[in-house]
């Protein structure tokens, strides 16, 4: 205790004002020590001169005592730093390729480190811009077979808001996409409906405008007020200062702007950013009839509810409540509720949905274990380099502790050289965080986002994490400064001043530890590089996949009917003329007509045969799909049997149905399927759907799918209002989309259109998770290779330079070029082996982890080799350039010189 | 013991102990007590006793205060701390100790 608070005291005292004013009192007290010893002198007798010259030899030396005092005081702790500091500095602008490739090592690593750290913070803690956090939970159904994080039903949150006691207020909310005018025409964009207390609840006040009106909490016949969100009012109302009171129309309804929100809060869910909020009770208002049965029911589960905790009240005292709120929700409403109960989360663990949470969780998971081996790479290249260099300067370091510089003194010098370098790599690495930031906002975009708008990685880097980054750099300096420290300071003084250069062989055992680094490092990127080179191999496979549909001459073209107001049994005309419109244009040759578009998820729905109708074990759950009667042509699906739906069929609720060959041969192995039928088990009760066809099997979700059985059903009118033109086109399809655009604009300008795209940016965008992966390890995988360049060529290089009079005087006795090369590349190509060889158990183990992730085999043959051969290439490259270096010696001239 | 020499952390004892029986006193005012008590064997190095003075400080054994002397001159007064006086008990003892340990040690024909 008592040296740190001496040590506080020196620190404090070398530095600026304090610093002065300590100069300051030292002065007058040793003054004042003179005078009052030139007094006593004076008391004995002697005159004034006398007495003040014996008082000063009593004294002695007043600077040489001022010095002594200024060191206990500590004063001289920041000079000596300060000494230091530029020694580092002139010895990183002596040796100035070393020091790039040191500090770009570190910064490369830093940098992605961080970058990765700030995504997994901005994802799992960084707090929410709301009131108290730590106070709010968000409320889930659950229900054994609907899985975690689902919404409540709009009449369940209702009584649950009246009912509880231990969360007050409880608000609630619901997702949706709704079409909005503005100057820029109309958008669909993401927006949410909420209960008029959504604000409050959240402790969020809008930056401007008064928020919701209190009749906005009204269930039904809520004002038509809206909240925009700050990004809305920036880029779609050009930031008007006046925005609040003026008007907007959304799905046709005249809404007026109450607030704006703040920049910081885009929502609760991270990395969506929500345009719109408008109040529950708008609903009959904005939707079409067929969506009220959403909020009249309790079947629809629909709403995520929040709540905060009523001050003094315990998370578990919310559990117990919320658990017998429940099972009394089970009791009084069976029909709906049987088995569904409700569950109170942190709100902390609700910004990503809980379904999506491990998937995301994995994804960083393997980010940031691909980056931790880049900066483990990056951290035993720099030791390995540091050492060398310490080698290299033994005979400094003797010579200066021959002329008596302390040890102490010595290894604080190595260690603010360290610190400096990877201070320098941190301030490097900054840089590549942005670059990584861009690079993986970029792909993000990619990720399918369930609202209309994309994801939006938080970009901006938080403070905490530049600390930890920061603290990083030091660490780092710290850790890889102990091993030249120790090395410079073991050993005795005398022995490096007379060793002029070493004789080769003799000391090959003291290099254990560079040849342990080097091999670490060869080990790591190879993993690295296998671990890239396994992704984009997969993806590559992927890519090859066949979806069984057309993938060239075909387009897509979605647009949303629920946010136009039309009524459903208003729809089909609206339909019917885009259809006719789009087959109209040139290079069209037929337009298909389904809700949903290929590679974007999909409903499975339960049936049975009908022969087996009542065993439970005959169920079947296959992918359902609406589609209209030229669907199949437009896709390029061909009928195996029977035909296609006919008009009438498409008009009336779904009675006939087609198979796809999957299906119908599980179902009935080498059979037909014509004129059977199978039950589907609706919600509503039991249909029968006569198998009129079959097609070809076609993937529908995602292409890595493998044999799923699907069903097609006609489109009727009661679909949710997304709705999908598959435009098969007679040449390159992207021209054709355009004119498609403009022509749906043309016809029905209230129309939002949700997507524009060929088959082959469908297919593309599909594969987000794969080349998500596969860019970024491969970027890691090429960093790890760059690096192990820099190691080999640095290791390689400093044997050579060590190796000079043994490698001369071989030559002087005879040998060739050639066996100058060899011997020096066979030990290059020793560590090569040694580090692959190594690296594979390393590889094994990890490769169980990523198994689930990648599309082919973990001994893929040609993942192997695009990982073994690159870094055996660029290792003999790196070390062939010191190789030459050895080759063109001069005997004659080095050992004279030696 | 030549005049100059004091032993290694005696110093410190010293002073400690000065400021305990004359209360607070200035730098010169300790230096002159502690050579007059030595009887003239002893006189200080000012280069080790005022680092000594600002080491004491920075422990917090004593504190210090700009003042007048006897003779109207400003001058820094050293106090002894509560922590201060704790520490020259335990250092009295262990001292007192050492002493007699190594007084047994040296009582000439007691080797056993």
């Known amino acids: 205790m008592r040296g740190l608070r001496v040590w506080l005291h020196r620190l404090l005292g070398s530095l600026g004002r304090d610093r002065r004013e300590r100069e300051r009192e030292l002065d007058e007290e040793l003054r004042s020590h003179l005078e009052m010893l030139v007094d006593d002198q004076l008391r004995s007798g002697l005159s004034p001169a006398e007495a003040r010259k014996k008082a000063c030899i009593t004294l002695g030396g007043v600077e040489e005592l001022k010095e002594q005092c200024r060191d206990a005081l500590g004063l001289r702790v920041i000079d000596q730093l300060g000494r230091d500091l530029q020694f580092a500095l002139r010895g990183i602008r002596r040796t100035p390729l070393f020091s790039a490739v040191v500090v770009l090592s570190l910064g490369i690593a830093i940098g992605s480190n961080t970058a990765i750290l700030n995504l997994a913070h901005a994802l799992f803690t960084r707090p929410l811009p709301i009131e108290d956090p730590g106070r709010v939970v968000a409320l889930y159904s659950t229900q054994p077979d609907l899985g975690v994080g689902t919404p409540l039903s709009f009449l369940n949150w209702l009584d649950l808001r009246q009912q509880s006691q231990t969360l007050e207020p409880v608000a609630g909310y619901e997702w949706e996409s709704l079409a909005v005018e503005t100057p820029r025409g109309t958008s669909r964009v993401p927006a949410q409906l909420v209960s008029g207390n959504y604000f409050q609840t959240l402790g969020v006040s809008p930056a401007r405008g008064p928020s919701f009106s209190p009749a906005a909490d009204n269930v039904l016949g809520a004002p038509l007020e809206v909240v925009i969100s700050h990004h809305f009012w920036q880029n779609y109302l050009e930031g008007d200062p006046a925005a609040v009171g003026r008007a907007l129309r959304i799905n046709g309804q005249p809404f007026t702007i109450v607030g704006v929100t703040g920049p910081a809060f885009t929502g609760l869910n991270v990395g969506l950013q929500v345009e719109l909020w408008i109040p529950f009770g708008v609903y009959r208002q904005i939707y079409p009839e067929s969506a009220w049965g959403w909020y009249e029911s309790r079947r629809g589960v629909i709403v995520y509810g929040i709540g905060r905790l009523r001050a003094g009240a315990q998370m578990s005292q919310v559990r117990a409540e919320l658990s017998s709120i429940g099972r009394r929700l089970e009791r009084d409403h069976p029909e709906f509720n049987e088995n569904r109960g409700v569950q109170a989360l942190p709100i902390a663990e609700a910004t990503i949905f809980p379904w999506a949470r491990p998937f995301v969780r994995n994804g960083v998971v393997l980010l940031a274990a691909a980056v931790a081996l880049t900066l483990l790479i990056a951290a035993t290249n720099v030791a390995n380099l540091l050492l060398l260099r310490t080698r290299e300067r033994r005979r400094e370091v003797a010579i200066r502790l021959a002329l008596g510089v302390s040890r102490g003194g010595l290894a604080t010098r190595l260690f603010v050289e360290c610190i400096v370098l990877s201070g320098l790599g941190g301030c490097t690495g900054i840089g590549f965080v942005w670059l990584t930031q861009q690079a993986l906002s970029r792909v993000i975009a990619y990720i399918p986002s369930p609202t209309a708008g994309p994801y939006q990685l938080p970009v901006e880097l938080d403070p905490l994490v530049f600390a930890v980054a920061f603290a990083l750099s030091v660490l780092m300096g710290l850790v890889l400064g102990l091993f030249p420290v120790l090395t410079a300071l073991q050993g005795d003084s005398s022995d490096a001043l007379r060793a002029r250069s070493d004789l080769g062989g003799g000391e090959a055992r003291r290099f254990g530890l560079r040849n342990v680094l080097l091999v670490t490092q060869l080990a790591l990127s190879f993993v690295a590089l296998l671990g890239g080179a396994l992704f984009l191999r997969s993806l590559s496979e992927i890519r090859e996949l066949d979806p069984g549909f057309e993938r060239q001459q075909l387009a897509f073209l979605r647009v949303d009917l629920s946010t136009t107001g039309t009524p459903s049994n208003a729809r089909t005309p609206v339909r019917e003329r885009l259809v006719r419109s789009l087959s109209a244009l040139p290079g069209v040759e037929r337009v298909g007509v389904s809700p949903r578009e290929p590679m974007d998820g999909g409903w499975s729905r339960p049936m049975a045969p009908s022969e087996s109708a009542a065993d439970p074990d005959a169920r079947i759950s296959p992918y359902t799909d609406r589609v209209d009667a030229a669907f199949f042509d437009a896709m390029g699906l061909a009928f195996v049997e029977g035909r296609a739906f006919t008009l009438d069929e498409l008009r009336q609720p779904p009675r006939v149905a087609i198979l796809n060959q999957e299906l119908s041969q599980r179902l009935w192995p080498g059979q037909s399927a014509l004129g059977r039928s199978l039950v589907l088990f609706d919600l509503e009760g039991r249909a029968s759907l006569e198998i009129v066809g079959v097609v070809e099997s076609a993937k529908y979700r995602r292409l890595t799918e493998t044999n799923e059985g699907y069903v097609y059903m006609p489109l009727s009118d009661d679909y949710e209002g ?177 | 013991m030549s005049k100059n020499d004091i032993l290694q952390g005696t110093l410190a004892l010293m002073v400690l102990k000065t400021l305990e029986t004359m209360g607070p006193q200035h730098g010169y005012g300790i230096a002159r007590r502690i050579e007059q008590t030595s009887g003239g064997t002893l006189s200080l190095n000012y280069g080790t006793l005022y680092p000594a003075l600002i080491k004491l400080f920075q422990q917090g054994y004593v504190s210090a205060e700009w003042g007048l002397s006897l003779n109207n001159r400003r001058a820094k007064f050293y106090e002894l701390t509560p922590a201060g006086r704790k520490r020259l008990a335990a250092q009295t003892q262990d001292w007192e100790r050492t002493v007699e340990l190594l007084g047994r040690f040296l009582v000439p024909g007691d080797s056993s």
Do not use: K
Not at chain 1, 730 to 739: F, M, N, R, T, W
Not at chain 1, 753 to 770: D, E, H
């Open chain 1, 722 to 898: 997304l709705l999908t033109f598959a435009i098969r086109t007679s040449g390159e399809p992207d021209s054709v989309l355009s004119a498609a655009v403009s022509e749906t604009r043309r016809l029905e300008p209230g129309l939002p259109i949700v997507s524009a795209q060929t088959v082959s940016q469908v297919l593309n965008r599909s594969l987000w998770g794969p080349r998500l992966a596969a860019a970024f390890l491969g970027l890691f995988a090429t960093i790890a290779l760059i690096l192990s360049a820099v190691g080999i060529y640095g290791v390689i290089s400093y044997d050579v330079t060590r190796r000079t009079r043994e490698l001369c005087i071989r030559v002087a006795m005879g040998a060739e070029r050639f066996d100058i090369a060899g011997l020096v590349l066979l030990d290059s190509g020793r560590h090569y082996l040694i580090g692959v060889v190594a690296g594979v158990p390393v590889a094994y183990a990890a490769s169980r982890w990523v198994s689930g992730l990648i599309f082919v085999d973990l001994l893929d043959p040609y993942a192997i080799v695009g990982s073994v051969l690159p870094l055996g290439i660029v290792g003999a490259l790196a070390a062939w350039i010191p190789v030459r270096r050895a080759t063109s010696l001069d005997p004659n001239e080095v050992l004279r010189t030696e």
